[in-house]
């Protein structure tokens, strides 16, 4: 299912040797699948003795990535013309150029080469790449090039692609019953040297204490709606200022919420000034909050969404449970 044919392995090589120099960018608001998945390419080009530099726009604001921040510039190297004529991009884990965000430095009409598993509309602008959005993680596609391409992983590169499956899987509890060949993957990486208990504390721990105290507080104020199938909680300027200066742990919140026995949908709203929210919205398996999103000028997936927009958070509630009333 999964297995890259022999055209895309030579397009890859093709679109290596063909340049002198590589720029390897993910999406902004970097998460550990990015990351990585951008590490093991530099792994690649470091095996054939490519020179290449790792860009990123952040911020790195999620705690799993903090530790590689310093390997990834949001600037170009400068090159003249002729250079750029010769150098290549990756870009990793995303599909559209604007979703890397602002680097400084040009990246249009670049020879560009996409390995992702974003739903996208397909390449464009002539694009070369590889997009498979069954696959669960970018860092697993890396992980397939990499095998077709040199061979066994080297053991720090095995642990590298294993924290970017580890991330976008939830700790592989994502995976559904079609995913053998995903385990089948990742067993090899850990023959590789992949250590999971280290990983998952690698991922799951060193949060701020106040991210803790911040949960205690939207736990106590979610209310129920709709016969308790949907759950709204809210945070306050004041809550941002005594407790959400170093972020909030949001996953936590939703996957508390959403274990609830009866809960289908959550929804957590932050007033960010005193007239603008920003609203996350989640849901177990058939109910849609990118339909409730797209109402408030929002979006995203089907079972995970947000949304920015004006007004208050108690004159937003009651219009965003009345909107899920009509879904639900
Ligand atoms: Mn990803």
Redesign the pocket.
């Given at each position: 299912m999964f297995e890259l044919s022999q055209e895309i392995i030579d397009e890859l090589k093709s679109f290596i040797e063909n340049h002198d120099f590589f720029f390897i960018a993910g999406h902004k608001e970097p998460?550990g699948?990015?990351i990585t998945s951008c590490l093991g390419i530099a792994a690649i080009l470091d095996y054939f003795g490519k020179p290449y530099q790792l860009l990123s726009a952040g911020p790195f604001k999620r705690n799993e990535v903090i530790r590689w921040q310093d390997k990834f510039s949001d600037t170009m190297e400068f090159q003249d013309e002729s250079e750029r004529k010769k150098s290549g991009l990756f870009i990793a884990?995303c599909s559209e150029i604007v979703r890397i965000g602002d680097i400084d430095g040009d990246l249009k009409n670049l020879d560009t080469f996409v390995i992702d598993?974003h739903k996208t509309s397909g390449l464009t602008d002539g694009m070369k790449g590889h997009v498979d959005s069954n696959a669960p993680?970018?860092a697993f596609l890396i992980q397939l090039f990499y095998e077709k391409l040199i061979g066994d992983l080297p053991a720090e590169l095995a642990k590298t692609l294993f924290f970017g499956i580890c991330t976008?899987t939830g700790f592989f509890r994502f995976l559904t019953e079609n995913s053998s060949e995903v385990f089948a993957a990742v067993s090899r990486l850990v023959a590789s040297g992949a250590d999971p208990r280290t990983t998952y504390r690698e991922i799951n721990s060193g949060k701020p204490y106040s991210t803790r105290k911040l949960l205690g507080i939207l736990l106590g104020k979610a209310e129920r709606y709709l016969d308790g199938r949907l759950v709204v909680t809210w945070e306050s300027l004041e809550d941002t200022k005594k407790w959400g200066l170093e972020g909030r742990d949001s996953d936590s919140l939703y996957q508390l919420m959403l274990s609830a026995k009866g809960v289908e949908a959550v929804v957590f709203l932050r007033q960010d000034t005193e007239t603008t929210c920003t609203g996350g919205f989640r849901s177990q398996d058939k109910i849609d909050v990118s339909l409730v999103a797209s109402k408030f000028g929002g979006g995203g997936h089907k079972n995970a969404s947000g949304m920015s927009c004006n007004g208050r958070v108690e004159t937003l509630i009651p219009q965003i449970v009345k909107e899920f009333a009509r879904i639900m």
């Open positions: 998460d699948d990015c884990d598993h993680a970018c976008d």
